[in-house]
């Protein structure tokens, strides 16, 4: 089964700068990452209700929850950390991971 890593990233003060970060040098580093079989980026184009605003959505796809696990120990991994911490990413996103929800078998069913 695979399992995948959220991370939900604020509207920040210049939208372009913050793409230019993302784009220029973080997706190609986390891209990099080994085990990753999908990095789907998605840009907010109308939100409906809620706080705060998001400006991206980006759902990376792993293998199944160890895969996932052992790339979060390699140094490809580390390094799109770091890229992302250097200018200021890291203050505008939430992260979590999530599997596909498969409902259990009504009781008695064979």
């Not at 580093?29 to 085990?35: F, I, S």
Request: aromatic fraction near 12%.
């Amino acid at each position: 089964m695979t399992v995948s890593y959220f991370a939900l990233y604020r509207t920040p003060d210049d939208p372009a700068e913050f793409e230019k970060n993302y784009f220029g040098s973080h997706v190609p580093l986390v891209e990099r990452t080994p085990g990753l079989l999908e990095n789907r980026v998605h840009r907010v184009t109308r939100q409906f209700v809620g706080e705060p605003g998001y400006h991206l959505l980006t759902e990376l796809v792993f293998e199944s929850p160890e895969a996932m696990k052992q790339a979060f120990r390699s140094e490809e991994w580390a390094a799109s950390g770091r890229d992302l911490q250097s200018w200021g990413g890291m203050e505008l996103v939430t992260m979590f991971s999530a599997e596909p929800y498969q409902p259990a078998a009504p009781a008695g069913a064979d």
